[in-house]
């Protein structure tokens, strides 16, 4: 008798919780692996299947995501939850704001260049 | 660790590995026999022409980083972080201006420490070794790194060989060669570089035309195309100052301003500096293809290598082996050259043996070249990931020395107590936001509390410089 | 407000344009530093 492979797992122990809206999702599997991500409020879709046993997921916006893994025998991992949340607009923007009178102000003292000599 | 199959077979990549070196070692030590002491190998004879002047700040400023990391910003940072990894060009803009100014005011100079060192006094010199030799000594580890890394995951060599070799490579020529060899070599490898990136973004293109990616990407990824993508928006300024703190203070650039014909360096680095600027979106952008060309990636970092293979295959495989090659060993000569110059001239000649003769120093350079070799391969050796991550604790650092510099070059009134205080402050602030709010935090907040302290100081002081004391005689 | 399809093709293209451009240029940047003697 074979012994029957065990179901692939995600090797995060919990939801994953993103303010980028990037992250490695990393599993593990004894074969090739289906792995599909299912957006707030619409379905399932794929991302990859193969034999790799990871995949950067990138670029999603704010909301939760459930990721799902099934391998060719059909076995399911638990799925995995993906919390996106990106950081405050408002914070960045002032960032930016410092960022940019730093920076104009050091381009004035150069273009200006050498004064009282 | 998900194990990636390699792009190209080890031996391959060992004939491709031993073709450059063998092209590289010998360049080096033919255009090291014109250096006859320490003035033609570091700054090889100051009469370096505007081709060779721009395609070296050029290639210096392409690292590993530009042709690897951008793809990985575009594919995190999306669009807004192609952009904001283009605005490090920047800093060679800006330094070009620079550049003719310290080329007049220091007709002797030989590196950015000697400009510490007569400009604000022996602390401000001291505070400045340290911080620079802990951005040179990071960058440089973390490069060879990368080398060791990057050709493994291409080729399949040992990262222990692969690091060993580009490393050896680069210290065997520089030793011989000096700056002449480094630059000469910059050029080749700009060239090769350059073109590279053009025939694989032309391949990418020919295989998915710019609005599918865009299709794609609004689909599947809708924030890499978002404008008001915060994380991303953040890494704006960050960079732009992170590469404004590199290069107003590294010797790697001081050492160029020095050595160009007069009235080259200006033009030269504002060329090196538009030459730059779009290599991060051409070579970043195959990363938002990946998605539209069903390229699954593994790791974040890989990305470019796998889109081009995916495309490409086995020749551009091969053409990344070749390109990321090159970017490495343009940056990692540089820094060589440029660090064991600072060490030879303000530890060496200012601190130990003043009386040294221009042909001791030329020698002591070598060594010190060679040692700085060993220490880096010692370090790199055991392959501690993290260690490339200490490089952006620099971020602060450098970012706090922005404002000594600039107003050291151009105000009389600018003055030493601005200058520790600014470099120190600017520091320890940039340091603690890095540590408390975030790392896109860290660079711009020691560059603002630097730019206070020094122009309030600069506005309270009744003291006005002497320009002529920056000529000192050699 | 997301970036424009037609601002990535610019983008893009003025890109890898612009780098086939710095290949040339550099180049022919050298021609005359080698005429006139003034390479290094």
Known sequence: MLYAASPPTFR??????????YSLIEWDASGPATLAIAPPGAPSRELYSGSNEAFFISGLADGTYRLTLRDASGQEAPPLELRVAHQSVTQALWLVALGAIVFLATVAAILRGARDD | MTKTQ?????????????????????????????????????LAGRNIGLALGSATAAATWITSNTTMLAPQFALQLGIWGMLAYSTASFGLLLFAPMA????????????????????????????????????????????????????????????????????????????????????????????????????????????????????????ERPALLDVLFPAAIMAIFNN?????????????????????????????????????????????????ASGALNVPVPASDMVGPLVVATVLGKAGAIGIFVIVFCSLASSIDSLLAATSDLLTEDVYRR???PAATPDRLKTVAQWVTLGLGVF??????????????????????????????????????????????????????????????????????????????????????????????????? | MTFSAGFLEVLVYGSI????????????????????????
Not at chain 2, 436 to 462: D, E, H, K, N, Q
Request: with cysteine; aromatic share 14%.
């Open chain 1, 12 to 21: 995060s122990d919990g939801a994953i919780d993103s303010d980028t809206g």
């Open chain 2, 6 to 42: 390699a792009l190209l077979d080890p031996t391959l990549g060992w004939v491709l590995l031993a073709a450059f070196s063998v092209l590289w070692v010998g360049l080096g030590i033919y255009w090291g026999r014109r250096n006859k002491n320490f003035e033609d190998h570091a």
């Open chain 2, 100 to 219: 003719g100014r310290i080329r007049s005011l220091m007709p002797n100079g030989y590196t950015s420490g000697d400009f510490f060192r007569l400009r604000y006094g022996r602390v401000a010199w001291g505070i400045f070794l340290v911080f620079t030799l802990f951005y040179s000594l990071t960058w440089l580890v973390s490069m060879a790194m990368a080398g060791g890394i990057l050709l493994n995951a291409l080729s399949g060599i040992s990262y222990a060989w692969g690091m060993s070799v580009i490393l050896g490579v680069c210290v065997l020529y520089t030793m011989r060669g000096g700056l002449a060899a480094v630059i000469g070599t910059d050029f080749i490898q700009s060239m090769i570089i350059l073109a590279g990136i053009v025939i694989v973004g032309i391949a990418v293109l020919s295989q998915v035309p710019v609005a599918e990616i865009h299709a794609n990407l609004t689909a």
């Open chain 2, 240 to 288: 732009l100052l992170f590469g404004l703190g590199e290069v107003f203070h590294n010797n790697v650039w001081w050492s160029r301003a020095f050595a160009f014909r007069k009235g080259v360096a200006g033009k030269a680095f504002a060329l090196g500096g538009l030459i730059w600027f779009p290599v991060p979106i051409a070579a970043g952008f195959i990363a938002l």
């Open chain 2, 351 to 353: 601190m130990i043996k």
């Open chain 2, 376 to 474: 880096t391969w010692a370090v790199c050796l055991p392959r501690i990931g993290t260690l490339a991550t200490v490089l952006f604790f620099a971020g602060p650092l450098v970012g706090a020395m922005i404002w000594p510099i600039v107003t050291g070059l151009y105000w009389r009134s600018a003055t030493t107590t601005g200058a520790i205080g600014g470099m120190l402050l600017g520091a320890a602030a940039g340091l603690a936001c890095y540590f408390l709010i975030g790392w896109y935090t860290g660079a711009l907040v020691a560059t603002a509390v630097s730019m206070v302290w020094v122009v309030a100081c600069a506005r309270f002081s009744a003291a006005r410089f002497d320009w002529a004391k920056l000529k000192e005689s050699s």
């Open chain 3, 17 to 40: 344009a612009w780098c086939a451009i710095s290949v040339i240029g550099l180049g022919v940047t050298l021609v005359p530093d080698i005429a006139r003697g003034e390479t290094w």
